[in-house]
Nanobody, 123 residues
Framework: QVQLVTSGGGLVQPGGSLRLSCTASGSIFSVNTMAWYRQAPEKQRELVATVTSSGNTNYADAVKGRFTISRDNAKNTAYLQMNSLKPEDTAAYYC?????????????????WGQGTQVTVSS
């Protein structure tokens, strides 16, 4: 059984910072691209940032220069450092990962979502 566990959300004032974490656990062989998405009320889920297993990153224009995605491959963990937060960053943030895992004698691949963590930016 593979799981993604997300943590680190909360309430922060505009201009503040938060760091989100996402850890994959289970019978994992490898974790490929990891990503953060967000979904604000009554809006579609949108991609925030991605990081490949080799460390290549990509960001949505709305967060470039403010957010940094990183990962620790030894811990199967991705991070999202969010600085200079704005009220429009308020959303539920979701981790996503492409994972190769073992089930008995089989090696399988699937895409997983973590549970959402709420980020609220408000004074």
């Amino acid at each position: 059984q593979v799981q993604l566990v997300t943590s680190g959300g909360g309430l922060v004032q505009p201009g503040g910072s938060l760091r989100l974490s996402c850890t994959a656990s289970g019978s994992i062989f490898s974790v490929n691209t990891m990503a953060w998405y967000r979904q604000a009320p009554e809006k579609q889920r949108e991609l925030v940032a991605t990081v490949t297993s080799s460390g290549n990153t990509n960001y949505a224009d709305a967060v470039k220069g403010r957010f940094t995605i990183s990962r620790d491959n030894a811990k199967n963990t991705a991070y999202l450092q969010m600085n200079s937060l704005k009220p429009e960053d308020t959303a539920a943030y979701y981790c996503n990962a492409d994972i190769i895992y073992d089930r008995g004698s089989r090696r399988l691949r699937n895409n997983y979502w973590g549970q959402g963590t709420q980020v609220t930016v408000s004074s």
